[in-house]
T-cell receptor, first 110, second 116 residues
Framework: DAKTTQPTSMDCAEGRAANLPCNHSTISGNEYVYWYRQIHSQGPQYIIHGLKNNETNEMASLIITEDRKSSTLILPHATLRDTAVYYCIVHSGAGTALIFGKGTTLSVSS | EPEVTQTPSHQVTQMGQEVILRCVPISNHLYFYWYRQILGQKVEFLVSFYNNEISEKSEIFDDQFSVERPDGSNFTLKIRSTKLEDSAMYFC??????????????FGDGTRLSIL
């Protein structure tokens, strides 16, 4: 089973920031927090990952709490194309399985 | 940007027949994976592969499944005798190997397998 808890769905207005929360209270010291998204039936798309520091790339920012028990994915200016299912996953290392939960369905509207 | 490619995009097969799904991972990646997603359900891990060996497999990956890297670029999933419940999207993924660093898995767009 997935080690993370996410809201089932969220709405966001186009152009606004989307903040997607994730709880991972049982995360181990060597586990990273990963975010993926899946648009319709396409393959999961990697967004960002981090261990304990906040991370930013061209797609999003990842804020991890100091105790590492929760995190937030931030899409700074959501567009209609960001409508997707977003998955928060804790993952320990190369060659091991990504365990997908049900994720958060983000709906961006104009 | 390099990507994982999968062929065919859609495969229709009669129950009981063998099927081979093909993937070309990203060229400098050394870990390869297969996942599946039954319509309306979660993405499920099947198997990971490294250095010509299975690294990890799930309970789903039973004796009817096998994986192979037949040459330097392809990675295949074979289902020996397909069942109706094998109908799903099958995703291939690959990741780099960098020691002391956790690298993301990158996914292809999948093969939709329909068993009749």
């Amino acid at each position: 089973d997935a080690k993370t808890t996410q809201p089932t769905s969220m709405d966001c207005a186009e152009g606004r920031a989307a903040n997607l929360p994730c709880n991972h209270s049982t995360i181990s010291g060597n586990e990273y927090v990963y975010w993926y998204r899946q648009i319709h039936s396409q393959g999961p798309q990697y967004i960002i990952h981090g261990l304990k520091n906040n991370e930013t790339n061209e797609m999003a920012s990842l804020i991890i709490t100091e105790d590492r028990k929760s995190s937030t994915l931030i899409l700074p200016h959501a567009t209609l194309r960001d409508t997707a299912v977003y998955y928060c996953i804790v993952h320990s290392g190369a060659g091991t399985a990504l365990i997908f939960g049900k994720g958060t369905t983000l709906s961006v509207s104009s | 940007e390099p990507e994982v490619t999968q062929t065919p995009s859609h495969q229709v097969t009669q129950m009981g027949q063998e099927v081979i799904l093909r993937c070309v991972p990203i060229s400098n990646h050394l870990y390869f994976y297969w996942y599946r997603q039954i319509l309306g359900q979660k993405v499920e891990f099947l198997v990971s592969f490294y250095n010509n060996e299975i690294s990890e497999k799930s309970e789903i990956f039973d004796d009817q499944f096998s994986v192979e890297r037949p040459d330097g670029s392809n990675f295949t999933l074979k289902i020996r005798s397909t069942k109706l419940e094998d109908s799903a999207m099958y995703f291939c993924a690959s990741s780099e190997v960098k020691f002391y660093s956790n690298q993301p898995q990158h996914f292809g767009d999948g093969t939709r397998l329909s068993i009749l």
